[in-house]
C-alpha cells in the first residue's frame, strides 16, 4: 500500500509537464558570467562548495579572485567527496550557518551539486536533515542557488534530485523536490577540459544512461522523448572526441549540453534498473556512480530489448548512416552493438572487481524495492535476473542472456 502511494506519488512528480529549467550559460569563461549574474541578483555572501581537489588545483582562483573583486564575501567549503555522506552535508552547512552566506554556488561534480543541493535547502530550515530526507520535504524556499558542473554526466544541474550517502545503512537517501532545480548554471569549458578521461568515459556513459533509461520509461512523453534522443545523438557523437582529446573544447560543450538535456529528461521520464541496481553497489563499495551505470547498461539493454526493441530500433534509424535497414530486430540489435562499442572506445571495463557474492542477495532486495517505489522501468526485473545481472558483472561477461 505505501510502495503504491509513492510510486504513485514519484509518477505524478516525475511527469510534471512544465518543472522550471535553470538558465544557462556556456563556454569558456561561463563560470564568471554566472558569478556575476548571482551578484547582479544582490548575493554578496556566497558558499562555494567544491572538493580539496579541485580548490588545490588553482582551478577555482579565477573565480574566487572575479566574485572577491567584485565585494564578494566567499566563504569555501571544500569538503565534498565523491558520493557524499550526510555528515559532509553537515559540516557544509556549519559553513553555510556561521559565516551568514546568503547564497550557494556549487563547483564540481554531481557529488559537489547533490550535498550542495541540500546544503542550500537545510540552510532556510528548521527540519533536520533526516526530516529533509524524502519527497517533498522542502519547507522553505532554498538559499539561491547556482551551479559550475565540471563532470558531465549526473545531470544534477537540472534535476529536481539529490541523492546524499547514509554510511550506517549502506543506503543512498533520495532528496526529491522541484525547489532543487538550481536557478542558472554554467558549463564552463575551462573548467570541463581537465577532466581525466577515465572520468570523462565514466560520467558521459551515466548521461548516456540518463537518456536511455528517460527514453525507453514508461513515464515518457514527448518532450522528454525529444530531449533524451538528441542527448544520445550529442553523447554518441562527441563523447569519443572528448575522451580522446580532452582539450577539445566543442566535444566538451556538446558532451555537457548532452548530459544536461539527459538531466531534463529523466527528471520527468525518471529512470530503470541501471540507477536502481548501480545505487545499491555504489553504497557499498563506493564505486563511483558514473562507472557503475557504465559497466551496468549493456546487461541492462540486453535485458529490456524484448520489451524496447521498437525504441531501441528508433534510436538507431537516428543514429545509424545505413537508411537501407529497416528490420526492427536488426536495428535494435545494431543499437545494443552500438553501445558496447562506444563503451569500448571509451575504455570502460567489462567486470567491478569489488563485488563480493555474498553481498548479492542484499543489493538485488534493495535495487528491486528502489525500482518499485521510484521507476516506470519497461520490463519487471525479477531477483534472480538482478543476480544473474551481478554475477555477469563480478566475472566480465558482458554478453549476458536472460531467460
Ligand atoms: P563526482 O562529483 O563524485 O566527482 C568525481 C571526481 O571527479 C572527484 O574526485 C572530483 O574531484 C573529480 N572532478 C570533477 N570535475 C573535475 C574536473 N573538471 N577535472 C578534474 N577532476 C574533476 O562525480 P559525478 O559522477 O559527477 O557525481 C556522482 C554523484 O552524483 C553521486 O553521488 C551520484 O549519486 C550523484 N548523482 C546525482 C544525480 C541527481 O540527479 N542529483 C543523478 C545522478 C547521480
Known amino acids: 500500500m505505501l510502495n ?9 512528480l516525475s511527469t510534471f509537464r512544465t518543472p522550471q529549467k535553470p538558465l544557462t550559460f556556456s563556454g569558456a569563461g561561463a563560470a564568471r558570467k554566472l558569478a556575476d549574474f548571482m551578484i547582479q541578483a544582490g548575493q554578496k555572501r556566497p558558499l562555494l562548495v567544491t572538493d580539496s581537489f579541485l580548490l588545490k588545483n588553482g582551478m577555482l582562483d579565477d573565480l574566487i579572485a572575479f566574485l572577491e573583486g567584485a565585494g564578494c564575501t566567499v566563504t569555501t567549503f571544500d569538503g565534498i567527496v565523491p558520493n557524499p555522506t550526510f555528515a559532509v552535508v553537515e559540516a557544509g552547512l556549519k559553513a553555510s550557518r556561521e559565516n551568514r552566506c546568503d547564497a550557494v554556488f556549487a563547483v564540481g561534480g554531481g557529488s559537489a551539486i547533490d550535498a550542495a543541493k541540500v546544503i542550500a535547502s537545510a540552510s532556510t530550515s528548521k527540519k533536520s536533515l533526516a526530516q529533509l530526507t524524502g519527497i517533498l520535504k522542502v519547507d522553505q524556499p532554498l538559499l539561491p542557488f547556482y551551479v559550475v558542473p565540471t563532470t558531465s554526466g549526473t545531470g544534477s544541474e537540472v534535476t529536481n534530485a539529490a541523492v546524499i550517502s547514509d554510511t550506517e545503512t549502506h543506503k543512498k537517501k533520495f532528496f526529491v523536490d ?12 575551462g573548467l570541463l577540459k581537465s577532466l581525466p578521461a ?24 514527448a518532450d522528454t522523448d525529444r530531449d533524451a534522443a538528441m542527448a544520445i545523438k550529442l553523447l554518441v557523437d562527441f563523447l569519443p572526441t572528448a575522451y580522446q582529446n580532452g582539450a577539445d573544447e566543442r566535444a566538451r ?29 555504489s553504497a557499498h563499495y563506493n564505486t563511483p556512480h558514473g562507472l557503475a551505470n557504465a559497466i551496468l547498461l549493456p546487461r541492462v539493454l540486453r535485458f529490456n530489448r524484448p520489451t524496447c526493441k521498437g525504441r531501441f530500433a528508433k534510436l538507431e534509424t537516428m543514429l545509424g548512416q545505413d537508411s537501407t535497414v529497416t ?25 567491478l572487481t569489488d563485488l563480493q557474492p555474498k553481498d548479492f542477495d542484499a543489493i538485488a532486495r534493495d535495487a528491486l524495492a528502489e525500482a518499485r517505489s521510484s521507476y ?28
Open 4 to 12: 503504491t502511494a509513492i510510486t504513485l506519488t514519484l509518477r505524478a
Open 178 to 189: 522541484p525547489k532543487y532545480i538550481p536557478i542558472a548554471a554554467a558549463f564552463d569549458t
Open 198 to 221: 577515465p572520468m570523462t568515459a565514466a560520467t558521459g556513459m551515466d548521461a548516456l544512461t540518463h537518456a536511455i533509461e528517460a527514453y525507453t520509461s514508461r513515464n515518457r512523453f
Open 253 to 281: 560543450e556538446m558532451v555537457a549540453l548532452g548530459s544536461f538535456l539527459a538531466g531534463y529528461a529523466f527528471t520527468k521520464a525518471s529512470l530503470g534498473y541501471v540507477h536502481a541496481i548501480s545505487h545499491q553497489i
Open 327 to 351: 528490420d526492427v530486430d536488426a536495428l535494435a540489435d545494431r543499437f545494443v552493438a552500438r553501445v558496447d562499442a562506444l563503451a569500448e572506445t571509451v575504455g570502460i571495463p567489462v567486470n
Open 376 to 403: 516506470a522501468v519497461p520490463r519487471v526485473m525479477r531477483k534472480a535476473q538482478v543476480t544473474q545481472i551481478l554475477q555477469s558483472v563480478a566475472t566480465g561477461n558482458r554478453a549476458i542472456s536472460f531467460a
